[in-house]
């Protein structure tokens, strides 16, 4: 174990509990009315993310970007194709698969939600100082990349 292992667990054992609340705040953050209907779930965010990021993916891409078994993708795709957040369309390389590309509605629907969150984001960040905002953004974009890495599956980013 490395010299630094202890404090690497116990560090692990206090971002894991922040990890968890942040995400129930998340979940809170959601507008009742999105709620009912209006939102993305966090499945269909994350589909479109990528989607919108990376281009057109088959099943089989997703199973590889994600590490989830093939029925998950089939039944997250489902309900973004009922609602025309995504579509189907022949592989433009010519495979066999079909692909998945979002829409114009999905593409707003996600922008919307997307603008929402960064507001709300901004709100409890506008009293920080630039140069812990710089840090903060910095270390949670190595500590993404770190678990990418380790995963093998790296998270393609835009040049926002």
Known sequence: MKENGVEAREAGEHIERELMILMRHRELSVPRGARDGGALDRSAYVLLSRLEVQGPMSIPDFVEAFGLAPSTFTRQTAPLLR????ERMLDPDGGVARKFRITEEGTKRLSAQREETVTRLAEVLTDWPTERLRRFVSDLEQFNTDIERLAGRP?????R
């Open 83 to 86: 609602d025309g957040l995504v």
């Open 155 to 159: 998270w393609p980013r835009s040049a």
